[in-house]
């Protein structure tokens, strides 16, 4: 289906973002009815973006929490994955990469530069943009 040199994956790492405030807010309120359904939304969503991935032909290495790490080959990848998912609780950040390093390296510049976006580090120029546009 792919070609030799389109079956270099790419690495995927997505992170919601301030996820572990949110839930810590809950919890310092002793709102567990709270926290244990924002836990649940972004289970949901991330499951959502699990299946879609996998459809897509990527392997998920891990996924859980709020956190997922995938790859797959880079001919295979399309932003449109990442958008229009199910009510969000919370924004995502997401790093891409040749391996999973530079896709951690790529979520933490996404974090750093506003949180809710994608940042690459798979071309010579490190390009982001918003999950949602």
Known sequence: MYSESDRCDLFIAIDGDHVG?????????????????????????????DQRLEQAGATVHFSGGDNLIASMPKVAFEPRMLQDLPRQ?????????????????????????????????????????????
């Not at 405030?21 to 991330?46: K, N, P």
């Open 21 to 49: 405030d949110t839930l810590e807010y809950h919890l310092a309120r002793c709102d567990l009815a709270q926290a244990r359904g924002f836990s649940q939304e972004v289970a949901h969503v991330i499951r959502e973006l």
């Open 89 to 133: 609780p919370c924004t995502f950040s997401v790093g891409l990469g040749w391996d999973s390093r530079s896709a951690l390296m790529a979520l933490k510049v996404a974090k750093a530069l506003g949180r809710n976006q994608v940042f690459s580090m798979l071309g010579d120029d490190h390009t982001r943009k918003e999950v949602g546009g």
